[in-house]
């Protein structure tokens, strides 16, 4: 069993910065994608950032240039660092991890954090 567990949100005023962890744990083999989603109130889930293993990242538009996803793979974490943070990125922000365990045959698994809410108002 895999789990994954996010930190660091909370309440910032517009402009200012957080930083996103996600750590993994479990019978892990190995991770392949690590990424962060959101959803905001009303509004579906979307991918903000991903990261391979290669750490070779991408990022939703609207997020280029302001936030940072970067991995760790010996700690088996995942970070995003957000800066210039706006009111329309307040959401609950999600991390997922996707690879195998230490199951034989390697069997796969895609796990899911419960969530961290950030808030941008002042």
């Known amino acids: 069993q895999v789990q994954v567990v996010e930190s660091g949100g909370g309440l910032v005023q517009p402009g200012g910065s957080l930083r996103l962890s996600c750590a993994a744990s479990?019978?892990?083999?190995?991770?392949?994608?690590m990424g962060w989603y959101r959803q905001a109130p009303g509004k579906e889930r979307e991918l903000v950032a991903a990261?391979?293993?290669?750490?070779?990242?991408n990022y939703l538009d609207s997020v280029k240039g302001r936030f940072t996803i970067s991995r760790d793979n010996a700690k088996k974490t995942v970070y995003l660092q957000m800066n210039s943070l706006k009111p329309e990125d307040t959401a609950v922000y999600y991390c997922?991890?996707?690879?195998?365990?230490?199951?034989?045959?390697?069997?796969?698994?895609?796990?899911w954090g419960q969530g961290t809410l950030v808030t941008v108002s002042s």
């Open positions: 479990g019978n892990i083999f190995s991770i392949g994608f």
């Open positions: 997922n991890a996707a690879g195998r365990t230490t199951m034989v045959p390697y069997k796969s698994f895609d796990a």
């Open positions: 990261i391979g293993r290669d750490s070779t990242a």
